[in-house]
C-alpha cells in the first residue's frame, strides 16, 4: 500500500528502531511510547485490521504476529514483569493506523480495565 506509514517502515522508506524482524513480521519503537518499553509488531504484508485479516482467513498470519510479539517481550525483558499485547481494531477502539499492528507494553504496572 504507497500511502500506509508502515508499509513504508517495512520498505525502508520512513526510518524506525527496529527491534525484531523475520521473514513475515517486523517490530519497532512506537514513536510516542506509553510505557517504558512499547514495541509495535506488524506483518511486513499490508493487511488493514485484525477483522480484516480475520475476513480473509490469515489465521497462520495472525499467530505468526501474536508469536513475534511474544519473542519482542522476551527480547525486551518483559517475560518477567509481564507485559500487555494489545491490538486496537477500528477507530471506535483507537485504531489510527490502518496497516494491523500488536502493541506490546511493558516495563510499569499497567492498570486494568484499559481506557
Ligand atoms: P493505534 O492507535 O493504531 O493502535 O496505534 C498506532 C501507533 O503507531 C501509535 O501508538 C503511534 O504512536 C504509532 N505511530 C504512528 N506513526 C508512527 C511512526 O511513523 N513511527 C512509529 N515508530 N510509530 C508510529
Ligand atoms: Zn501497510
Request: proline share 5%; glycine share 10%; charged share 20%.
Amino acid at each position: 500500500m504507497s500511502n500506509c506509514i508502515f508499509c513504508k517502515i517495512v520498505a525502508g522508506e520512513i526510518p524506525a528502531q527496529v527491534v525484531y524482524e523475520d521473514e513475515r513480521a517486523v517490530a519497532f519503537r512506537d514513536i510516542n511510547a506509553q510505557a517504558p518499553t512499547h514495541v509495535l509488531v506488524i506483518p511486513r504484508a499490508h493487511v488493514a485490521s485484525l477483522a480484516e485479516a480475520s475476513e480473509r482467513g490469515e489465521r497462520e498470519l495472525l499467530g505468526h504476529v501474536l508469536d513475534a510479539a511474544a519473542r519482542v517481550a522476551a527480547q525486551e525483558g518483559l517475560r518477567e514483569g509481564g507485559y500487555r499485547t494489545v491490538i486496537n481494531t477500528g477507530a471506535g477502539a483507537g485504531q489510527s493506523v490502518f496497516h494491523l499492528h500488536a502493541h506490546v507494553l511493558g516495563g510499569r504496572p499497567l492498570s486494568w480495565p484499559p481506557g
